[in-house]
């Protein structure tokens, strides 16, 4: 079974910080590429940072030397640490392997991040 639940979201002021914390059920996580998603309102879901070890990661453009993706393989977890935050990074915020966002499968409920002054 694939289960994801994120948490960590909230409302904060431009130029915060938050960490997002995704806790993974199942025994694909190990051997599974990670990512964050995010889906702002009225906009298509979109990839912020992909994790397959901590030597190989990659993010989006506009999330470059903000964000920072980490996984820990014996608690199941992958983290985004979220700086220097922006209104347009408002989204609610979802985590996914690779091949489940990939056939549009296994979606958590998400945690929303608004940032507003």
């Known amino acids: 079974q694939v289960q994801f639940v994120e948490s960590g979201g909230g409302l904060v002021h431009p130029g915060e910080s938050l960490r997002l914390s995704c806790a993974a059920s199942?025994?694909?996580?190990?051997?599974?590429?990670m990512g964050w998603y995010r889906q702002a309102p009225g906009q298509q879901r979109e990839l912020v940072a992909i994790i397959r070890s901590e030597s190989n990661k990659n993010y989006t453009d506009s999330v470059k030397g903000r964000f920072i993706i980490s996984r820990d393989n014996a608690k199941n977890t992958v983290t985004l640490i979220m700086n220097r935050l922006k209104p347009e990074d408002t989204a609610v915020y979802y985590c996914?392997?690779?091949?489940?966002?990939?056939?549009?499968?296994?979606w958590g409920q998400g945690t929303r991040v608004t940032v507003s002054s």
């Open positions: 199942g025994r694909f996580f190990s051997i599974s590429t």
């Open positions: 996914n392997t690779d091949w489940g966002a990939r056939d549009n499968k296994y």
